[in-house]
């Protein structure tokens, strides 16, 4: 009787306690998410605060078929540029986003790669679709007439031109080496920096996707 | 070229094993290394060679031009990203300086390889001839090998 009562004496100023250090962790920590959610967190390659968002534009898949912004919507995407006749930088590009597409997949079921042809007079669906699916079947390879490709190539923000002082068939193509990242909302939250690497890519991505996640 | 077929025989042994040590039977100072073609996918008609060229000779070299009867036309390329750009570059030759090699490797130095008399994949090899400036030419019998899925580019600087 007495025991319980002297202990009854220490619960209630131990509850309150800690009741005080539960509410004031529990503001720390909304505080903390309500900075999270404003600030930048210095993430490499995040586009935040206000992320562009890609506006209706049309292209033609590697099927024939029409791509435009349903088909960014609801997925995240990776975007780059190149061109099938270039045989060092592109390929090196496509192999490390085959990789890291392969990593990725097995957790991340929303996932879709694109590659945009910076030559879409040689670059033809047959030809892109050949391309993009000997990196991997599930590539997305976009080209389409010259004002659809830079109707994206603009939006993005991307430069690319014909190099070549020769008028030869041979022309070559200098193009934006990033890749950049799109959200399921079609905004572009990120972007990969060459040297393209698929730990970084994959690490990147992870830390991008974990942030506009929680927002 | 004099009678070479038994040189030949033996330069195609040669280019068997893991690497690709050529060297000229009238030049021991030029050698050329890990020569491979980069498969590429069926429908493209531009493909990038690589090698390493040494030079052991007391002389600066000058590679003037690389040909083969399978191409219409090989150029020297030179790949580089200035500001987020990639864009080749050519090359009208490449020199090399005595006794130091130049490594052509993905991201970097290249031989662009245009249009291919007929569609070439792994395990094919194709003959490249190296043109000197000096007069000196070798050929090398350059593998077909599928490209490695990690970044090369990063090893080379
Ligand atoms: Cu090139």
Redesign the pocket.
Known sequence: MIKSLSSSKFLIPAMIVLAVLAAGTGFYISLKQSQQKLKNPNIEGLFWPSPKIIQPFESVDQLGQSFGLEQINNKWSFIFFGYTH???ICPITMSVMAETYKQLKTEYKDLQIIFVTVDPVRDTTEKLAAYVTYFNEDFIGLGGSTEMVNSLTRQIGIAYYLNNEETSDNY?VDHSASIFLFDPKARMVGKFSPPQETEKIINQFKNIRQFIDAQ | MHNNRPVLALLFLFTQLVSYPVFADDNQDISINNVWISEAPPSVT?L?AYATIYNGSSETITLASVSSPLFSSI?I???NIVDGIAR?E?QSSLTINPKESIELAPGSY?L?LFNPDKPLRSGNSVSISFNFSDGTSLSVEAPVLKRQNDNPQHHHH
Do not use: I, N, Q, V
Request: hydrophobic share 30%; with cysteine.
């Open positions: 270039c045989p060092d070559l | 531009t990038a150029e390329h030179r790949s080749m050519k290249h662009m």
